[in-house]
C-alpha cells in the first residue's frame, strides 16, 4: 500500500529542490490536493510519479506530469479571490489545484471537450471536494458566459494561442498555453502577459501535450 500523504509532501520537497515550487501558498496547495483521487483507478499508486498517465477518454487524454502545474501556475501569479478559466480539465487535477489557489472567493471554470473525460473529472471533483464550474465543451471557443478571467490555462498543445481566449483575458492578466506543433514534435510552453501596451510573450521551456481540438486547435 503506497502513503499517499508522505509520497505526496515527499513530492514537494523535491520539487522546491527543484525550483518548480516557488512560494509557500503553492506548497501548501500542491500538499493539500490528493493527486491520488484524479488517477484512472488503474494507476492510483503512480499518483506521485513525475510523469502523465492515461485517464478515460478516446485515448488522447492524459494527467499531466505533476511537476507541470507549479511549473505552469507560479508565473500566473494567482491570487485569493481570482477568477481562473483551465482549457482541457482532463482528470480535473489542475482545476482543483487553482481552486486551492483562488480560495472559496474565488472562481475556477474548467472546459473539456471529451464527454468520458468531463465525466471522469467531475466525479473526482466532486469526492476531492472541490467546488468547480466544469463545461463540458469546445474550450478553443473559451467560455464567454463567465469572462473576463485573471488566468487562462491551456493544457492542450495548439498551433496558436485562440483569439477568443485572448479576449476573455482581463487588462492586467495572464495566459499560458504550449504552443507549437502536434504532440510529439513538442511545444513552447508561452506566457501571455495582457497590458496596456500590447500582450508580451515569454517562451518558459519546451514541453509535449496532447494536442488542443475544437475549432482553433488542431483539426482532427
Ligand atoms: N490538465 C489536465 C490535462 C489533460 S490533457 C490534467 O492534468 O488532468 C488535455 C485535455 O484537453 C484532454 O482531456 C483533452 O480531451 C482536452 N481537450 C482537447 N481539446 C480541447 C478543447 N478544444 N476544449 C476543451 N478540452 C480539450
Redesign the pocket.
Known amino acids: 500500500m503506497v502513503n499517499f500523504q508522505r509520497s505526496r509532501s515527499d513530492m514537494v520537497d523535491r520539487y522546491k529542490r527543484g525550483g518548480y515550487i516557488q512560494t509557500k501558498r503553492m506548497e501548501e496547495a500542491v500538499l493539500t490536493v490528493p493527486r491520488e483521487e484524479?488517477m484512472d483507478p488503474r494507476f492510483r499508486d503512480h499518483a506521485y510519479i513525475d510523469r502523465p498517465f492515461p485517464?478515460p477518454?478516446d485515448g488522447?487524454?492524459?494527467?499531466?506530469a505533476p511537476y507541470m502545474y507549479p511549473v505552469s501556475y507560479e508565473p500566473l501569479g494567482f491570487e485569493p479571490g481570482m477568477k481562473v478559466l483551465?482549457?482541457?480539465?482532463?482528470?480535473?487535477?489542475?482545476a482543483a489545484l487553482a481552486k486551492e489557489l483562488v480560495g472559496d472567493e474565488g472562481i475556477v471554470v474548467a472546459?473539456?471537450?471529451?464527454k468520458e473525460?468531463h465525466a471522469f473529472a467531475k466525479r473526482n471533483l466532486k469526492r476531492a471536494g472541490y467546488d468547480v464550474t466544469l463545461i463540458l465543451?469546445?474550450?478553443?471557443m473559451g467560455y464567454p458566459k463567465l469572462a473576463p478571467y485573471d488566468v487562462v490555462s491551456v493544457?492542450?498543445s495548439t498551433p496558436d494561442i485562440p483569439p477568443p481566449l485572448l479576449d476573455q483575458l482581463k487588462m492586467g492578466g495572464r495566459l499560458i498555453a504550449p504552443v507549437g506543433g502536434r504532440s510529439l514534435e513538442g511545444q513552447d510552453l508561452l506566457l501571455i502577459h495582457k497590458t496596456e501596451e500590447g500582450l508580451t510573450r515569454r517562451s518558459l521551456m519546451k514541453v509535449v501535450?496532447?494536442?488542443?481540438?475544437?475549432k482553433y486547435?488542431f483539426p482532427e
Open positions: 484524479f485517464i477518454g488522447r487524454q492524459t494527467i499531466s483551465e482549457i482541457g480539465a482532463g482528470s480535473g487535477y489542475g472546459v473539456e471537450i471529451n473525460t465543451g469546445d474550450g478553443s493544457t492542450a501535450y496532447v494536442p488542443l481540438l475544437g486547435g
